[in-house]
């Protein structure tokens, strides 16, 4: 499918899937893209008019969507994703450009990880919650929560807002070949070959985090689970990878019978 054909209304899993090697399919990755901004909202993991979603369009990752500068995330459709070069020396001086920070962080990610794809950054409230703690360490206490066991860089050098290159260089760097980077006294962004994928990790590591910080609020003691019983779970999960794509398909059949206008 090219860009200008649309009588397909969704892309399948498999579609999905393509996007691992060479050019992804522009028209499906801006319908999936956008559909994670109206979820996003939804969930209440948006800011304002702030936080940005990235998706690579090219095989190298240096083509990527991402939102424009300052639209709020119930509003995006597939149209408005910006079409971005990380190689770009002149991208923020067009009368379109980008957010800085986001030009920052996703540039930067982008250029030097060409296997992060999807890179879903934002601050929901939970996992945000949990930056701010001296020690945010997804401690594992539950199946959720041991998800995430050996998956996660923390940034612990917070330097302000980022909107410069050692800045975004500094973050690609954190995070390393880990699916997920908690950014200290941030919020957290997390990459994945799909739109799909990269959602579900995001949905789980806020719910991962709205558990951990409710059990902290008790004052207890945490039952962290031992290392080998933390893994063994974070293992268990690889077979249900398949789950993410059937809920995204799912969450997206929601989104079309109230507000379709995200596919245009």
């Known amino acids: 499918m090219t860009t200008t054909e649309t009588a397909r209304p969704r892309a399948s899993a498999e579609d999905a899937k393509t996007a691992k090697a060479g050019e992804t399919d522009e028209r499906a990755l801006r319908v999936d893209l956008a559909a994670a901004f109206r979820l996003a909202a939804r969930f209440d993991w948006h800011e304002s008019v702030g936080n940005h979603f990235s998706a690579a369009v090219s095989g190298d990752g240096t083509r990527f969507l991402m939102n424009p500068r300052w639209r709020h995330f119930a509003t995006i459709r597939a149209s408005d994703l910006l079409l971005l070069d ?23 990610i982008h250029r030097a990880r060409p296997n992060a794809r999807v890179l879903l950054h934002c601050h929901p409230p939970h996992a945000t919650a949990l930056a701010a703690l001296q020690d945010p360490t997804m401690k594992p206490i539950d199946q959720n929560t041991a998800r995430f066991f050996g998956m996660v860089g923390i940034d612990r050098d917070f330097g302000g807002i980022a909107d410069d290159a050692a800045e975004g260089a500094r973050l690609a760097a954190a995070f390393g070949n880990h699916p997920v980077l908690l950014m200290g006294n941030h919020g957290v962004t997390v990459s994945a070959e799909t739109v799909a994928e990269a959602f579900e990790q995001l949905y789980f590591f806020e719910r991962a985090a709205k558990t951990l910080m409710l059990a902290y609020g008790s004052g207890q003691p945490l039952n962290d689970m031992s290392d080998e019983i933390a893994e063994k779970t974070a293992r268990g999960w690889r077979d249900y990878d398949g789950m993410a794509f059937a809920h995204f398909d799912a969450l997206k059949d929601m989104l079309d019978r109230t507000d379709p206008s995200y596919r245009d």
């Open 86 to 108: 990380a190689t770009d020396a002149d991208a923020m001086d067009r009368p379109d450009a980008p957010d800085p920070s986001a030009w920052c962080i996703h540039g930067s």
